[in-house]
T-cell receptor, first 115, second 116 residues
């Protein structure tokens, strides 16, 4: 069964600190892995996308890693800001017939950055 | 990436009524997706909408409850019919301009529905 599990469920950190969010998946056939940021009441916004051959991708203060062998990914946030408070969702794409992808969503990690 | 305009952004509806949500994309896309996000949970795919054909619904979702229209390659609507409080959720549309490309899916800003 295709599954994406994220940890922790929630996290509180102080402004300026770093944090790392985890994503483990069992998805086959794997196409790519994406991290999204979702502010409360808004749609998810893409942060990074990685294919099988990529093991790290950065977007400003966000750095995602992918280990395709262990089927694990992480999202590292550097020098956190209050605006980083949001849910972070790991989404893994499974290739289905016709060349299209089916997205499997993790439950998300709810991050709160406190001053 | 594509830009999606979704409306309404929020609505409060009486039980038993219906609400139609619209998504307009600034470019032609083959597939559009409709998701539901219940409070505190992640996204669940409702259906996939291709232009010119019937939408494909995921397990647990039916056309009578969530009819979808896809009249052209830039527009789609989702109707939530005969609403009950359990339908209170955020509804989102999403597109991938080409399923084979590795670009990230783009999501609309969501419709926050409250059924009273």
């Amino acid at each position: 069964k295709n599954q994406v599990e994220q940890s922790p469920q929630s996290l509180i950190i102080l402004e300026g600190k770093n944090c790392t969010l985890q994503c483990n998946y069992t998805v086959s056939p794997f196409s790519n892995l994406r991290w999204y940021k979702q502010d409360t009441g808004r749609g998810p916004v893409s942060l990074t996308i990685m294919t099988f051959s990529e093991n790290t991708k950065s977007n400003g203060r966000y750095t995602a890693t992918l280990d395709a062998d262990t089927k694990q990914s992480s999202l590292h946030i550097t020098a956190s800001q209050l605006s980083d408070s949001a849910s972070y969702i790991c989404v893994v794409s499974a290739r289905i017939s016709g060349g299209y992808n089916k997205l499997i969503f993790g439950a998300g990690t709810r991050l709160a950055v406190h001053p | 990436s594509a830009v999606i305009s979704q409306k309404p952004s929020r609505d409060i509806c009486q039980r038993g009524t219906s609400l139609t949500i619209q998504c307009q994309v600034d470019s032609q896309v083959t597939m559009m997706f409709w998701y539901r996000q219940q409070p505190g949970q992640s996204l669940t795919l409702i259906a996939t909408a291709n232009q010119g054909s019937e939408a494909t619904y995921e397990s647990g979702f039916v056309i009578d409850k969530f009819p979808i229209s896809r009249p052209n390659l830039t527009f789609s609507t989702l109707t939530v019919s005969n609403m009950s409080p359990e339908d209170s959720s955020i509804y989102l549309c999403s597109v991938d301009s080409d399923g084979i490309r590795s670009d990230g899916y783009t999501f609309g800003s969501g419709t926050r529905l409250t059924v009273v």
